[in-house]
């Protein structure tokens, strides 16, 4: 017996093939099964056309059957038509899934594959980063970075002295820092963890001190500034080591924050807000410059573009 083409088989005692679901042409009169085209799909044996995806829906080369594009919402697969995410909701991705909301502040058109700041808004990007603290001893192992969601903090001890401290700052989506259990002998590991109110941690609240020895340790901050501060003390006469966690931030999409007092954006997916002309004064979030008022004691029509 001879061998069906790729792509294509045949049941026992069989005197012809037949290609499989997603591919073309005749396998039984010797040719060869090729891929249906992206946009198009077959899900049945045989030698048949592939037949387009419906409205709205994509499929990829030798595809079986048809997925919703960005924006739509609707199980193509089996049957159902796509419809476009209403405004005010996005999908950034093919497949079955429903649009999901907006978050707050922001907004989309019908369609819509992702959401944009709307207008009295601007966007606060939610860039990762790593600021090193002062070295408050020798050895402390901080690279700065921005961009970049992971990474390692670390403790170079030499085994000389009797303690050592070395502080970071990391900035982004839901900081994590993790630390493999320490098991030098006669040495003992803390860390204090403090969520901060910016990346400068000019405030912040003290929220957790460890011990770490002999176990994992974690921590997962639910803020977007976490403090970390390593201790290593040695008690016995230890030789030295490293001392290092692994860090990293979630991805998450930018956020949209209000103007603040005294500027406007008049324009969704705005990068930064104008600044009212002097001595004028306009409220958070204001969407254009007719916000913008005269403050007391001067006057004029600064919503216009005069001046105070």
């Known amino acids: 017996c001879t061998a069906c083409p790729p792509h294509a088989f045949s049941e026992e005692g069989s005197a012809s093939c037949e290609c499989a679901p997603g591919f073309i042409f005749n396998a039984g009169a010797g040719g060869s ?3 249906c085209e992206a946009g198009t799909y077959k899900d049945v044996n045989g030698s048949g056309a592939c037949t387009p ?3 709205n829906a994509e499929s990829q080369n030798g595809s079986t059957s048809c997925v919703c594009a960005a924006g739509f919402t609707g199980d193509a697969g089996v049957g159902e038509g796509c419809v476009a995410c209403e405004a005010g909701t996005f999908k950034p991705f093919d497949g079955p ?8 502040d922001s907004v989309s058109l019908e369609g819509g594959r992702s959401c944009g700041c709307g207008v009295g808004h601007v966007f606060e990007p939610n860039i990762p980063s790593v600021r090193c603290g002062d070295a408050v001893s020798p050895g402390c192992g901080c690279t700065p970075s921005v961009g970049v969601n992971a ?29 493999n259990s320490s098991q030098m002998q006669g040495v003992e590991v803390y860390a204090e963890l ?20 002999q176990q994992d340790w974690e921590y997962q901050s639910s803020g977007s500034h976490l403090r970390v501060h390593f201790r290593v003390y040695n008690w016995g006469g230890g030789s030295g080591g490293i001392v290092a966690a692994k860090w990293n931030t979630t991805s998450m999409p930018p956020k949209c924050s209000s103007c603040e007092a005294g500027t406007y954006t008049d324009t969704a997916n705005a ?3 104008t600044a009212c002309p002097p001595h004028a004064v306009s409220a958070e979030g204001s969407e254009s410059l007719s916000s913008c008022e005269c403050a007391p004691g001067f ?5 216009a573009g005069g001046s105070c």
């Open 271 to 273: 990068t930064g807000c």
């Open 299 to 303: 006057r004029g029509d600064a919503g």
């Open 151 to 179: 990474g390692m903090i670390s403790i170079h001890w030499d085994g000389r002295t009797y303690s050592q401290s070395c502080t970071w700052t990391i900035s982004g989506a839901t900081p994590r820092v993790s630390m």
């Open 53 to 55: 995806c419906p409205s």
């Open 194 to 213: 403090e969520e901060c109110a910016d990346a400068n941690c000019s405030s912040s609240t003290y929220n957790s001190f460890h011990s770490i020895y």
């Open 33 to 35: 099964c090729v891929p």
């Open 97 to 104: 899934n429903a649009c999901t909301s907006c978050p707050a």
